[in-house]
């Protein structure tokens, strides 16, 4: 059963991040028609959650890799600047263990400090600006 897969999907575009975003948004518009039984906008939302999950799957079975190739690298440079937040974000609250991290009064730039080291006087390396932080 494996082996057929498997050689059914040769030659398949196969799954990208722009399926699996369609796949999720899909989902959650059939969801959300739920919430809308008896009103027109859940059939609009059941409709069109059911529609992103059809193009998803037609994505994803695709022969036609480089149209795919070309619609996901569309998404994600799209997609880029929410992406490249979210990934700063986690970056941050990982590094939160063992610094704080400050910010200039005076340009805004973030200073990475190390914690444990009592009230130190940071000067900022971008604008040369001295301030007191309890690290």
């Given at each position: 059963m494996?082996?057929?897969?498997?050689r059914f999907m040769q030659g398949r575009y196969g799954v990208d991040q722009f399926s699996k975003f369609l796949l999720v948004l899909g989902l959650a518009a059939v969801v959300v028609s739920s919430v809308f039984v008896d009103n027109i906008a859940?059939?609009?939302?059941?409709?069109?959650?059911?529609?992103l999950v059809i193009y998803c799957y037609f994505r994803v079975f695709s022969r036609n890799i480089q149209k795919r190739y070309a619609e996901n690298q569309v998404?994600?440079?799209k997609t880029y600047g929410i992406r490249n937040f979210f990934r700063k974000?986690?970056?941050?609250w990982?590094?939160?263990?063992?610094?704080h991290i400050y910010t200039c009064p005076s340009c805004k730039q973030k200073i990475r400090i190390p914690k444990g080291k009592g009230k130190i006087e940071v000067r900022c390396p971008k604008c040369g600006t001295t301030f007191i932080k309890k690290s």
């Open positions: 494996k082996e057929k897969l498997i859940g059939l609009i939302f059941y409709i069109l959650g059911w529609a998404f994600l440079a974000q986690k970056n941050i990982q590094q939160r263990r063992i610094y």
